[in-house]
Antibody, heavy 123, light 110 residues
Framework: DVQLVESGGGLVQPGGSLRLSCSAS????????MHWVRQAPGKGLEYVSA????????FYADSVRGRFTLSRDNSKNTLYLQMSSLRDEDTAVYYC????????????????WGQGALVTVSS | QAVVTQEPSFSVSPGGTVTLTCGLN?????????PSWYQQTPGQAPRTLIY???TRSSGVPDRFSGSILGNKAALTITGAQADDESDYYC??????????FGGGTKLTVL
């Protein structure tokens, strides 16, 4: 079975940094794009970032571009989201998602979601 | 920036049929927006129901179906059950790698 397990969430002060990890199992990690979607408390979903299967291309939403960096280690089946210059509005549950194919864009979107990691930005 | 619109709330009787919609404030939506639908129960991660307009994700019962109705994407639930009570989100592809979610519809089964 596909499993995506996020870790690294927690409380951080505004302006601080945090790194989320997503450990994947149950599929050939190196063959699929990976994505992050976040959900602020009591709010809807926001598409944040994506990376191709080989890590060669990335996408960032305008709201995080220049502050977040997405990478992956296919030898460890792990996805990383490095977040810096964090703001109050970055407070959210961050979900790791598996893409349907290796490219950034797929008409099939994403097929599996992790359980999420809570990031709280507050002084 | 494009805004994706969904009904804030909807209710359906047990055993009934309900159609939730997903539109674009800028005009008509098409299959090239590759609409997908997700179900989220309180405190849980979302689950993929429908992708690419009308393809059910693995394990999703055929009570859930997707389509384009007029200028909107639609999610129809037939034979509604109590555990269908959830938030439902659609997402549309805007090009250039950008996906935009709707605000979600809270479905009540009563």
């Amino acid at each position: 079975d596909v499993q995506l397990v996020e870790s690294g969430g927690g409380l951080v002060q505004p302006g601080g940094s945090l790194r989320l990890s997503c450990s994947a199992s149950g599929f050939t990690f190196s063959s699929y794009s990976m994505h992050w979607v976040r959900q602020a408390p009591g709010k809807g979903l926001e598409y944040v970032s994506a990376i191709t299967s080989n890590g060669g291309n990335t996408f960032y939403a305008d709201s995080v571009r220049g502050r977040f960096t997405l990478s992956r280690d296919n030898s460890k089946n792990t996805l990383y989201l490095q977040m810096s210059s964090l703001r109050d509005e970055d407070t959210a549950v961050y979900y790791c998602l598996k893409g349907a194919i290796g490219a950034l864009f797929s008409r099939e979107g994403w097929d599996f979601w992790g359980q999420g990691a809570l990031v709280t930005v507050s002084s | 920036q494009a805004v994706v619109t969904q009904e804030p709330s909807f209710s359906v009787s047990p055993g009934g049929t309900v159609t939730l919609t997903c539109g674009l404030n800028s005009g008509s939506l098409s299959t090239n927006n590759y609409p997908s639908w997700y179900q989220q129960t309180p405190g849980q991660a979302p689950r993929t129901l429908i992708y690419n307009t009308n393809t059910r994700s693995s394990g999703v019962p055929d009570r859930f179906s997707g389509s384009i109705l007029g200028n909107k994407a639609a999610l129809t639930i037939t034979g509604a059950q109590a555990d269908d009570e959830s938030d439902y989100y659609c997402v549309l592809y805007m090009g250039s790698g950008i996906w935009v979610f709707g605000g979600g519809t809270k479905l009540t089964v009563l």
